[in-house]
């Protein structure tokens, strides 16, 4: 995935400061496990297909050596430190992780705490129409999630799709001689952000809701309803890349799943002859459906909404408001968001070429597709997913009175 360079300032590191967002790394207490042990440890965590997968990819996983300096569990929280004196020193990354910069390596999961805090995480499963919200260590990663990470990366070089993050080892953090979580160690291709590129408007949410309140059409030198845009980065390259890499994966059964669908996890880098390439990040809750040759209503209208939920997830946001009144339901809140992402979507409406040319490569009946892309469409959980795209009254409710924020992202 690549596209030729325009001027695009890619670092290895964030474009801000490090300063303060440099961290320390600490010795700890621990196990570090080789790839292939964590997985034969894990792997009945898995369903049957993905386990299948796990096997037969385990030669050369077992080939994986870990360097001698990464040998030894390392942390960010300095009280599972076993020496004041820190090994390495590496970049934030997000709340829980960090960045070498000079290695290109990411610890994911590297910060204990003994607190108990933990963070909200929104699930799908194939098959249902309401999302679940279940909550996950804020710290660390649960076994599963490694496991799944791991497995990420045998399916994307299984099917020839760009990886972003090689495995290297895990460390297995303990405390009284408990388990205390996990942290995954990786090689990776860069940190830089699509997010960091995102054009904001020069306003807030309250000056957009007065836009539309007053029907002004320009606002803070945007058109109301558009889609944010990217610095210098061609619109169309990225959504095209994009879309061709979800496309693939999905039509291969792999689903990263909501939270990781983020168009926070997108990731540009400077490849060969200056050449930007698109990367796609973060696989801790990724899963393998099995796809049928003739599938049946049922599961397309499961496939259908499991791919439009990531689709929609990964989009940039548009700068409307749709205001529902006190007592709508979730079928009128998509209904409305809807007829706006659709028509305003660059992601979605490559998406939708890369979807149909694939379905039809596989001989479905592009009728039953239809139908499934029409239900799919009034579904609660596509509904909660178009609440992040498209500023609502919903959205808006949710905020502190207090609260003067941006329109975000997601």
Same mark, same amino acid.
């Given at each position: 995935?690549?596209?030729?360079?325009?001027?695009?300032?890619?670092?290895?590191?964030?474009?801000?400061?490090?300063?303060?967002?440099?961290?320390?790394?600490?010795?700890?207490?621990?196990?570090?496990?080789?790839?292939?042990?964590?997985?034969?440890?894990?792997?009945?965590?898995?369903?049957?297909?993905?386990?299948?997968?796990?096997?037969?990819?385990?030669?050369?996983?077992?080939?994986?050596?870990?360097?001698?300096?990464?040998?030894?569990?390392?942390?960010?929280?300095?009280?599972?430190?076993?020496?004041?004196?820190?090994?390495?020193?590496?970049?934030?990354?997000?709340?829980?992780?960090?960045?070498?910069?000079?290695?290109?390596?990411?610890?994911?999961?590297?910060?204990?705490?003994?607190?108990?805090?933990?963070?909200?995480?929104?699930?799908?499963?194939?098959?249902?129409?309401?999302?679940?919200?279940?909550?996950?260590?804020?710290?660390?990663?649960?076994?599963?999630?490694?496991?799944?990470?791991?497995?990420?990366?045998?399916?994307?070089?299984?099917?020839?799709?760009?990886?972003?993050?090689?495995?290297?080892?895990?460390?297995?953090?303990?405390?009284?001689?408990?388990?205390?979580?996990?942290?995954?160690?990786?090689?990776?291709?860069?940190?830089?952000?699509?997010?960091?590129?995102?054009?904001?408007?020069?306003?807030?949410?309250? *000056?957009?809701?007065?836009?539309?309140?007053?029907?002004? @059409?320009? +606002?803070?030198?945007? &058109?109301? =309803? #558009?889609?944010?845009? !990217?610095?210098?980065?061609?619109?169309?390259?990225?959504?095209?890349?994009?879309?061709?890499?979800?496309?693939?994966?999905?039509?291969?059964?792999?689903?990263?799943?909501?939270?990781?669908?983020?168009?926070?996890?997108?990731?540009?880098?400077?490849?060969?002859?200056?050449?930007?390439?698109?990367?796609?990040?973060?696989?801790?809750?990724?899963?393998?459906?099995?796809?049928?040759?003739?599938? *049946?209503?049922?599961?397309?209208?499961?496939?259908?909404? @499991?791919? +439009?939920?990531?689709? &929609?997830? =990964? #989009?940039?946001?548009? !700068?409307?408001?749709?205001?529902?009144?006190?007592?709508?339901?979730?079928?009128?809140?998509?209904?409305?968001?809807?007829?706006?992402?659709?028509?305003?979507?660059?992601?979605?409406?490559?998406?939708?070429?890369?979807?149909?040319?694939?379905?039809?490569?596989?001989?479905?009946?592009?009728?039953?597709?239809?139908?499934?892309?029409?239900?799919?469409?009034?579904?609660?959980?596509?509904?909660?997913?178009?609440?992040?795209?498209?500023?609502?009254?919903?959205?808006?409710?949710?905020?502190? &009175?207090?609260? #003067?924020?941006?329109?975000?992202?997601?």
């Amino acid at each position: 995935m690549s596209c030729r360079r325009r001027n695009l300032p890619l670092g290895e590191a964030n474009p801000k400061e490090l300063g303060d967002l440099e961290v320390p790394l600490y010795e700890c207490t621990g196990k570090t496990y080789s790839i292939v042990e964590f997985v034969d440890k894990h792997k009945h965590l898995l369903n049957e297909c993905e386990e299948a997968l796990a096997d037969e990819n385990r030669g050369w996983l077992a080939q994986m050596s870990i360097p001698e300096d990464l040998r030894t569990c390392m942390t960010r929280s300095v009280e599972f430190a076993s020496t004041k004196a820190h090994v390495l020193t590496a970049k934030r990354s997000g709340g829980r992780s960090a960045y070498c910069v000079d290695r290109k390596l990411k610890l994911k999961g590297c910060r204990p705490v003994l607190d108990g805090a933990d963070y909200p995480i929104e699930i799908l499963h194939f098959g249902d129409e309401r999302i679940r919200y279940e909550r996950i260590p804020f710290g660390t990663m649960k076994a599963e999630s490694v496991v799944r990470e791991i497995l990420a990366y045998c399916f994307l070089k299984s099917n020839d799709l760009a990886v972003h993050s090689i495995p290297i080892c895990v460390y297995e953090y303990s405390l009284g001689g408990d388990s205390f979580g996990c942290c995954l160690v990786s090689e990776t291709k860069g940190e830089v952000r699509i997010e960091e590129f995102i054009e904001y408007p020069n306003c807030t949410v309250e *000056d957009i809701v007065n836009a539309h309140a007053s029907g002004h @059409q320009v +606002m803070a030198g945007c &058109a109301i =309803g #558009s889609e944010l845009s !990217l610095r210098d980065i061609d619109i169309w390259w990225y959504v095209e890349q994009k879309s061709r890499f979800l496309s693939m994966m999905h039509f291969k059964g792999g689903f990263r799943g909501i939270l990781n669908s983020n168009i926070g996890n997108d990731v540009v880098v400077n490849g060969e002859n200056d050449e930007h390439q698109l990367y796609l990040c973060d696989f801790d809750t990724f899963r393998i459906v099995p796809i049928p040759d003739k599938p *049946d209503m049922s599961f397309l209208r499961g496939f259908v909404l @499991q791919c +439009m939920v990531e689709v &929609a997830k =990964g #989009s940039l946001s548009i !700068l409307e408001y749709v205001d529902f009144g006190a007592d709508c339901t979730y079928l009128q809140i998509a209904d409305a968001l809807g007829e706006v992402y659709f028509k305003k979507s660059s992601l979605w409406h490559s998406y939708k070429r890369q979807f149909y040319i694939r379905a039809e490569q596989r001989r479905w009946d592009l009728d039953s597709v239809n139908e499934a892309f029409r239900v799919m469409g009034k579904t609660e959980a596509f509904a909660s997913i178009l609440c992040s795209c498209v500023l609502n009254s919903h959205y808006v409710s949710t905020l502190s &009175a207090k609260r #003067s924020t941006f329109y975000p992202h997601n």
